[in-house]
């Protein structure tokens, strides 16, 4: 089973997005980036319902600030942890300073839950740890051997304090080095019993940090609590891309969003180049694992089914750095998804462009026996294709593309996406759009050429 590290380097975007969450503190990413894929819709619910709870919190916006800084104190002390189990093995001062700490925050925590009716993460009582590293209850975030833990520790500083004579000096320091050590013996002695309720209690502080890291990215970027299910169709409204979103907008420019639904079958997108369709597929796909790791998905509606993995087939991937060919890197995307589904695996499969740089006729027949074996085998998939007549019983979805209103001159490459409209738009058809000619008149391409290549083009129409 994959955890969030691992999909850091595999989904285009996630990335991105881990990047923009705030974690008050380094242990919450930790817990992050180990955090498992669910398939289980409760399990995935359940998380979604905490997700949920602390978006409330922010919105209400009472507390929230006061936990998430006493969140931020907390450190991974799972080394001074593990030194209480360790039998003939002694905390030392930091030791003893940590493991206090974590008590005082998690007392600290719990009276901001209790005041402000915050519902974490259950876990145990530290009151004990504390009742033996404060027990004047003065709740200082520091640590000292006291002089009353030992008969002798208080009248041998004074004679230390007291001493000119080098000669008492050293051996006074001598005894009071044997006490201390034995008070750190009899310390780490008692708090021995405490080790697995510390455990507990760092980890549910560790996971509140990255559930409140959850809600606050949902919240700022107006995400949506995805609604998972086992069968049906995948419904998704007004899907963002964060990353793309905010490149535009470093530019002074807004992503446009984007409805899609599909169901079981094979779906096809058709489209012009530049038309945002493999942006689209990257969406998609980011908003299925977002939904799986427990997230809550950029988008107005999302109704996402269940799967045991996101297939994708977008780029040339890892492949062409082993020296095989664009189409070669393909094949072997392709092929792997076909034998996870053959394995039965539940996917999600996005396909971008499938044998688009082989020539025409075998390109033609590798798409077409594609959706053959991908609706054979149940998989979910969208593929963005720009083949006519490719054989699918499922959803067949246009970019509706170039919007131009007027005659328009010298226009750049970097200004069509201002006549481009990536909504999607139901086709009825299997025939792809026929934009070519329409992007290389916007660019002011030569008539001649153009009027000689559209002769043509009608010329092989006819043909058929």
Not at 88 to 94: L, N, R
Not at 166 to 183: K, M, Q, T, W
Not at 296 to 316: F, M, N, Q, R
Request: include cysteine; aromatic fraction near 6%.
């Amino acid at each position: 089973m994959k955890v969030f590290r691992e999909a850091l380097e595999q989904v285009k975007g996630l990335r991105f997005v881990f990047e923009e969450m705030n974690f008050a503190s380094s242990i919450g990413r930790q817990v992050m980036l180990s955090s498992a894929w669910m398939t289980d819709i409760d399990e995935i619910n359940h998380e979604l319902d905490q997700v949920a709870r602390f978006v409330d919190y922010i919105d209400v916006g009472k507390g929230v600030d006061l936990l998430a800084l006493q969140l931020s104190e907390v450190v991974n002390i799972m080394g001074s942890i593990d030194i209480l189990r360790q039998r003939g093995v002694t905390c030392s001062d930091v030791d003893l300073f940590e493991i206090k700490k974590l008590a005082l925050i998690d007392e600290k925590v719990r009276t901001i839950a209790l005041e402000y009716q915050l519902e974490l993460r259950d876990r145990p009582s530290l009151f004990g740890v504390l009742a033996i590293l404060d027990p004047k209850r003065e709740r200082l975030p520091s640590f000292y051997i006291e002089d009353d833990w030992h008969p002798e520790l208080g009248q041998i500083r004074r004679e230390i304090e007291q001493s000119k004579d080098e000669n008492d000096c050293g051996e006074l320091n001598r005894r009071l080095s044997v006490i201390e050590a034995e008070v750190r013996k009899r310390l780490t002695r008692e708090l021995r019993t405490f080790a697995a309720s510390l455990e507990t209690v760092l980890q549910a502080l560790a996971i509140d940090t990255m559930v409140l890291a959850k809600a606050q990215w949902a919240r700022d970027n107006k995400a949506c609590r995805p609604v998972p299910s086992v069968e049906g169709k995948t419904i998704i409204d007004n899907i963002i891309n964060p990353e793309v979103a905010d490149r535009l907008k470093q530019i002074g420019k807004e992503f446009q969003p984007v409805s899609i639904y599909f169901v079981s079958e094979p779906t096809l997108i058709t489209g012009a180049n530049m038309g945002g369709k493999s942006v689209l597929l990257n969406s998609v796909a980011l908003a299925q694992n977002l939904m799986q790791f427990g997230m809550y998905v950029p988008a107005t509606k999302a109704h996402l089914t269940v799967v045991d993995e996101v297939a994708c087939s977008i780029g040339d991937g890892e492949n062409m750095k082993l020296g095989l060919s664009s189409f070669g890197a393909e094949m072997l995307r392709l092929n792997q998804i076909i034998e996870s589904a053959k394995k039965g695996k539940k996917l999600l499969a996005v396909i971008d462009e499938p044998a688009r740089t082989t020539n025409p006729e075998e390109g033609f027949a590798l798409v077409s026996g594609l959706t053959k074996i991908l609706e054979k085998y149940g998989v979910k998939s969208l593929i963005t294709t720009h083949y006519s007549g490719i054989p699918s019983n499922g959803q067949r979805w246009r970019i509706k593309g170039f919007i131009e209103q007027e005659k328009v001159h010298d226009l750049k490459v970097n200004q069509l996406e201002h006549f481009m409209d990536y909504s999607l738009m139901a086709e009825t058809g299997d025939s792809v759009p026929r934009e070519a000619f329409r992007i290389a008149r916007l660019l002011g391409v030569d008539e001649e050429y153009l009027d000689l290549s559209n002769r043509s083009f009608r010329s092989i129409e006819n043909e058929k």
